[in-house]
């Protein structure tokens, strides 16, 4: 079971997306982000503002929604952008490849829980919950050691 390593506030979409660029600092090949949240949360906010500080020269960066992945070049090699809202089953997940990108690419799944047993067991969980106007309460969730240790870096910083 994971357990929180670390939670914050912010209150202000650009506050939400420094953490975002904070978080992509910390990033290698083969690292996995869960970003769970209600529709409006910020998700993709987080996304895109992560996404954009490992891009040389920072692309539009529109919500995998309906395409359901989005890969980019980064200095950290492929990075997948996904949204499995639309997928019924794990099967999908395999037949989009995503199974292997969780491997060597830097993957961002937006509505993770449809992963199911695919779901990689060192991957970070980071849960935005929409307090009201533009606060968040992200928080930062994984049962991998190596995480702790990596975002102790992210807010020993922020202080």
Request: aromatic letters at 6%; a negative charge; charged letters at 20%.
């Amino acid at each position: 079971m994971a357990s929180i390593l670390y939670h914050t506030e912010t209150t202000s979409p650009d506050q939400t997306a420094d953490l975002a660029v904070s978080i992509g600092q910390i990033l290698k090949a083969g690292d996995c982000l869960l970003l769970v949240g209600s529709v409006g949360a910020g998700k993709s906010l987080f996304a895109r503002a992560l996404i954009q500080s490992l891009q040389d020269t920072p692309e539009d960066v529109p919500s995998p929604t309906f395409t359901i992945v989005q890969t980019y070049e980064t200095k950290l090699g492929d990075l997948w952008h996904c949204d499995l809202y639309r997928i019924s089953s794990p099967h999908e997940v395999i037949e989009l490849g995503l199974d292997d990108a969780m491997a060597t690419a830097v993957t961002l799944i937006e509505w993770p829980e449809n992963l199911a047993d695919l779901t990689p067991p060192d991957a970070l969980t980071i849960r935005i919950n929409d307090l009201g106007g533009d606060v968040r309460k992200l928080s930062f969730e994984s049962t991998d050691a190596d995480w702790a240790a990596s975002l102790e870096k992210v807010f020993e910083n922020a202080v």
